[in-house]
Nanobody, 121 residues
Framework: QVQLMESGGGLVQPGGSLRLSCAAS????????VTWYRQAPGNQRELVAV???????SYADSVKGRFTISRDNAKNTVSLQMNSLKPKDTAVYYC???????????????WGQGTQVTVSS
């Protein structure tokens, strides 16, 4: 069994920073592409940032220059550093990953349960 667990959400003032973490646990052979999504009330889930297995990254235009995604393969974790936060960044943030379980060859897609980020004064 494989699980993804997000952490690091909370309440922050505009202009502040938060660091989200996504930790994968279980019988993991390798973690491929990891994506952060977010969903605000009444809105569709949207892609925020992506990191591939070789460390290539891409970002939504709305967060470029403010958010940084990184990964620690030894710890099976991916982080999202969020700076210069704005009220419009308020959402539930979800981690999504393609993971190959030990003893298998094909990657399966997993979601975390989400972590709330609220940007408000």
């Amino acid at each position: 069994q494989v699980q993804l667990m997000e952490s690091g959400g909370g309440l922050v003032q505009p202009g502040g920073s938060l660091r989200l973490s996504c930790a994968a646990s279980g019988s993991i052979a390798s973690i491929k592409t990891v994506t952060w999504y977010r969903q605000a009330p009444g809105n569709q889930r949207e892609l925020v940032a992506v990191i591939t297995s070789d460390g290539s990254t891409s970002y939504a235009d709305s967060v470029k220059g403010r958010f940084t995604i990184s990964r620690d393969n030894a710890k099976n974790t991916v982080s999202l550093q969020m700076n210069s936060l704005k009220p419009k960044d308020t959402a539930v943030y979800y981690c999504n990953a393609d993971i190959i379980r030990k003893g298998t060859w094909l990657a399966q897609n997993y979601w975390g349960q989400g972590t709330q980020v609220t940007v408000s004064s």
